[in-house]
């Protein structure tokens, strides 16, 4: 018995497929996770910090980065996004996509640590950053204010203009995007 000719992919379609998914998925309330608030305590900010002394341009470590249109200072603020926790956490990755999309929100606590932290949707330019060979070569820190719902870039040394700052993903970071030491 012949198998039926199986349809062309596209692949484009089966990514923005696997991002809605995602993001029907979208959940801000779970009573046992307390560093999360349900939606609707979830305290906003007045204003968030909107990137003006970065662009978005093509990188030689991976396809895009992050860049200093100035110089910018030890501790300057360079961003904060709004970000949206999923319900899906580091070990129900079923799509290296996922992984690749999503940073994780860091978490000590013992479900986290059973389970894996939970996946995060971020705004602003967090996508962009592309990860240092060293902690000691990354340029920025992120700071995740789960009250809030904000994450915070942060200088955590003096950047020259145009330079790509780099961020460090830690040591056992698995993503794709990472520029892994040689």
């Keep these: 018995m012949d198998n039926p000719s199986l349809p062309d992919v596209n692949l484009t379609e089966v990514k923005e497929k696997i991002k809605k998914e995602v993001v029907n998925q979208l959940q801000l309330s779970n009573p046992e996770h307390a560093d999360t608030p349900p939606s609707n305590e979830v305290k906003l900010k007045d204003e968030v910090l909107c990137a003006s002394k970065i ?21 300057d603020i360079i961003e904060q996004a709004i970000y949206v926790r999923t319900s899906y956490r580091l070990r ?6 996922i992984l690749n999309t999503c940073y994780q929100l860091p978490c000590n606590c013992d479900e986290c640590k059973w389970r894996g932290n939970y996946l995060t949707l971020c705004a602003g330019y967090i996508q962009a950053y592309n990860c240092s060979k060293t902690e000691k070569d990354a340029d920025v820190g992120f700071s995740w204010f789960t009250q809030d719902g904000v994450v915070e870039v942060r200088a955590i040394k003096d950047i020259k203009k145009g330079k790509e700052i780099l961020v460090w993903y830690g040591s056992s970071s698995d993503f794709s995007r990472v520029n892994k030491p040689s």
């Design 55 to 75: 662009v978005v341009k093509p990188s030689t470590l991976h396809r895009y980065g992050v860049f200093a249109t100035e110089d910018i200072s030890k501790h």
């Design 92 to 97: 129900d990755l079923m799509y290296q996509e």
